[in-house]
């Protein structure tokens, strides 16, 4: 008697947003049968060894309300997470591309709450990020020139200054004149340091003009900057004096385009979204 074949093929799309590349999974053409198994199935197809390979196994699916996304994202350990911001644009792109949404500008939903996402062009996509809040008094933070942002850290006897930002996620910006091979090794050292916030991101920004910023960062592992990481650099170099509030961010990936915008305090991030491959995953259940 034959045995029964309990493999299922998933159509995926590979994409990346400035280097963060996504496996995403179009759940109004394929609803996933496997909802208890999609940490497994995450693990195995994020592999770069074995499977895929990607930063985020991304679903993309029908919200609770009509003209709305529902997106999911799940790490490369199995564990569902927020998508990050280049996660959202990729699924914002397909979704557009595929006739998901009925208009250029709709609502995201996910774990973290909705998100306002707007198709600019075939290429890039804009995305509401909400408001910056400072981590350490759990408030707004808005551009003031009596205002004091700066925090201090004595790293290996050197005297160093940060601006905590949290923009959905903390981070702590360090301005520098450049990048170089220690950065990497300098971040891992301020985010072991027992004065540095625990669980905030570290992040070296490079200011080039009023209008362009450098950036790289250590977030928790995470190589590529992440859209929050940026937005708090943008929003840590206004305070400061460095930049104006429309800013480009230069990411080793690509670039995004920040606009902090005075009159709402809102910020306003868009960004590439670009397609790599497609193809179809064998997975079994």
């Known amino acids: 008697m034959p045995e029964h074949d309990a493999r299922v093929e998933i159509e995926f799309l590979k994409m990346n ?12 053409r394929q609803p996933l049968a496997v909802q208890a198994e999609l940490s497994r199935l995450s693990r195995r197809c994020l592999d770069r ?14 919200g609770s309300a009509g003209g709305r996304l529902s997106v ?17 644009r990729c699924a914002a792109r397909y979704a557009t591309d595929a006739g998901l949404v009925s208009s250029t500008e709709f609502a995201v939903e996910t774990r973290r709450g909705v998100v306002r996402a707007q198709a600019i062009d075939s290429r890039n996509i804009r995305l509401d990020l909400g408001l910056p809040v400072s981590p350490e008094a759990a408030a707004e933070i808005r551009e003031s020139p009596a205002a004091a942002f700066a925090v201090s850290l004595e790293v290996g006897g050197r ?3 940060y601006t905590p930002v949290s923009v959905g996620t903390p981070f702590g910006i360090f301005f520098v004149p450049g990048f170089g091979s220690s950065t990497e090794r300098a971040a891992r050292r301020i985010a072991l340091h027992p004065g540095f916030p625990a669980g905030a991101g570290v992040a070296f920004a490079q200011v080039i003009d009023r209008e362009t910023l450098g950036l790289r ?3 928790r592992g995470r190589r590529v900057p992440s859209c929050s990481c940026a937005a708090a ?11 104006d509030r429309e800013v480009f961010v230069r990411l080793p990936g690509g670039d995004l385009f920040l606009e902090w915008r005075e009159e709402t305090n809102r910020l306003h991030l868009t960004g590439p979204a670009l397609y790599t491959f497609t ?4 997975f079994e259940e």
Request: aromatic content about 8%; hydrophobic content about 45%; proline content about 6%.
């Open 17 to 28: 947003g400035c280097g963060d590349d996504v496996v995403v999974v179009d759940c109004f």
């Open 49 to 62: 060894g074995t499977g895929v390979g990607g930063n985020a196994l991304v679903l993309v699916g029908p």
């Open 72 to 88: 999911r994202a799940f790490q490369p350990d199995g564990a569902e997470s927020d998508p990050s911001g280049h996660a959202l």
């Open 159 to 161: 005297l160093l200054s």
């Open 217 to 219: 960062a250590w977030d």
């Open 233 to 243: 650099a943008v929003v840590a170099a206004v305070v400061n004096g460095f930049c």
């Open 279 to 282: 193809g179809t995953y064998p």
